[in-house]
């Protein structure tokens, strides 16, 4: 099978072919400019996708998986720091390039700020911010008071669930990384580069979470592995990452990648974290284009059958979600030895040596190693043809057909007698003029269809996200709504640490709670419904435009007859160049992206004020009760109730913030999204056909003028024109050729699978 490489190869080859071709025409008089120039966009939109064309893979995975060690693994070498914290959110992206080099790209200030204002929702110590200004950790006098604060907090505060609080890690790391990273962070766009010798320097920043904490993404270029440049393997967030704003931004990149590694570690296997995450991703209706990889730790393991049954066992568990899953058990850390053999530490080389031994495990490892990057290289063909190849020679393929009809009918023409030439000049007139039509129909019933269609994505769109009548914002607010205390959590606290602190707890705890929700449940319910909606408005224009597709095959037919009649036998029938794209190949070529995920999450709650003032009507009521000398009850029921009713007063505020916060992210799906998608997808095919009048209808009657006119040489014209049809048939079947080896390829690949 011919690799996706070669095809490439050759398809820009013969782009580059038409592009001289088309420079050669325009350097003749009486040239029909605005066709040429229209062919000419063609091939250099091809051009910059074919030089722009990147695969994204996504590695994901829990914790501790062996992410990083398996993506190390492809490129032969520890390029990726392995074992960070799982503290920060970071999806460092790979790729092969001519050197080695780190890109690291900084968080904004406004990104960094938003993030700690979030972290700092009814923070209990509230002495160190005067007024009503925001955080701004910029302000010395902000980080000072906030790190006291931070020092006066009450333990309870500090730790959750037997661990340290996520929000108090991420302010306590913002602190203390911060009189590094600020020299660095000269603007909001700050990039820092690690280059050849110094690569090693970004592992520093990746691998501390004090520094890493400021960073929102890695690109590396590596200049080692088998890998295609443009092939990006991201080694995303561990799935069972506490914080839910790291969970949110994994589906960001998800949502783009064209293809999902999951990694499963022989140690524990199939945990509870993978299955809740890889029902998301289920959820999501990306899990069929997963790739499962059993990481083997041979250690772990008494025998190969042992390992062969836990295996199985993973199989038949995945099999729940995905039926036949794509699984292969590999020893990533015995690859990544063996490709660094030599320069392996002194006790990785003693590992090395003793699994050399085991030679049972090896040869299993090897064998599945083998399988996979088999089907891996062949998933990344198929999925790189869909995108780039199939289109783009159909689209020069019309461009090389109209071409050589264009120098065949000047040149038939030119040979002609005087009255010959008027008729057939009339007659292409006519036809033009009939295809004029015809194209202008087209733009206003697809502009129509575009109105049209638009008004049924706002209807749904606003239906979804209607906290009436939309399962999914229904949801939400249930979810809000059913919320509890626990019981007695926060009876200790209440002693301890006083109303204002025990409230921020109870606060963190529900936002924890509701996050969870609306990353693991709201975000992928969101994320399949605009799937739907791309597939429904594509669909919907296909079948609007599906009709002109025989229009045009009949005014061509025509066309040709009368060419035929009057003595000019042209080639049959140009080939589609609206061959059905697809959506994932539009959202490819147009570069839109959805609204990021986490930006659901970012929505904020304005009850401090409230509840502290409640506790202050409980107190007064308390002092009366006391003066007319009655019971005054217990101080901490008293303070239990006002935080009782402190976590409804909560509890509405954080409704009406998320549904207005969601009802904004729902107006972005809609304008920068859908509509801009919906508009593309119309361009898209009304180019298509346009391009094949093109190849067909062109305007000869200025060469025509100009030789009876005698400003052009009639042999010298009839040479040149020989010579354009010569060499665009003979692109033609170069193209045709290509054609069949990328069916082939396909074929093959349909096979293997």
Sequence with gaps: MLSFQSLKTELQQINNDTIASLERVLNLPGMPVETFQAWQEVCATIDRQVAEDVIRVAVVGAIKSGKSTFVNSLFTEDYLKRGAGVVTSIVTRARSGPYLKATLYFKSWDDINNDMQQALALFPASRWQAGDDQFDIRRESDRLELKAALGALNSELLISD?????????LDLYLKGYDTVAPIMVSNQTTKVFEDDAFDGQ?????????AVYLKDVELDINNGSLDANVEIADCQGSDSPNPLHLAMIQEYLVRAHLLIYVVSSRTGLRQADIRFLSMIKQMGILENTLFIVNCDFSEHESVDELSTLVERIRNELAMLRPQPDLYAISSLLNLFRAKDGKNSEKDAQRLAQWRQEEAFTAYSDQESERFHTHFQDKLARERSALLLANNAERLGVISAGLMHWARLNRDVVNGDAQG?????EKIDFHRKQMGKVASMIESTLDGAVQKVK?????????????????????VVETIRIYRMPQGRYDDGLVASGFTDTLFLVYQD?????????????NPMIIRFVREEEERVAE???????PYETMVREAVSDYLNSMEQL????????????TKNGVKAMRHDSGLMLPPMDTTMRYSARIKTEAVVKLGVYSLETIIRRLLKRDAGDTVQQKLKALADGVKRMKRETERSVLLHLKDYKENIKFQYMYKLTDAMSEHLYKGLLERFNAYFNDISNMVALIREERIDKTAALEELG?????ASLMLDKIDGLREKIRQSAESEDEAT
Excluded: C, P
């Excluded at 749904?460 to 999914?472: E, H, L, P």
């Excluded at 003595?567 to 609206?578: F, K, M, T």
């Excluded at 010579?723 to 060499?727: C, D, G, K, V």
């Design 162 to 170: 037997g661990s340290r609080n996520v929000n108090s890690i991420v």
């Design 203 to 211: 592992q520093a920043f990746v691998g501390n979470d004090e520094l």
């Design 421 to 425: 030439v008027e008729k057939i000049l």
């Design 455 to 475: 008004k049924e994505i706002k209807a749904n769109i606003d239906r979804f996200f209607d906290a009436r009548y939309g399962s999914t914002m229904r949801q």
């Design 510 to 522: 529900f936002k924890e709670y509701l996050d969870k929700h609306l990353a693991e449940t709201a």
């Design 540 to 546: 919907y224009l296909e079948s609007v435009a599906g």
């Design 567 to 578: 003595g000019i036998v042209l080639d049959g029938e140009i080939s589609s160049g609206s």
């Design 723 to 727: 010579q354009i049809e010569e060499r």
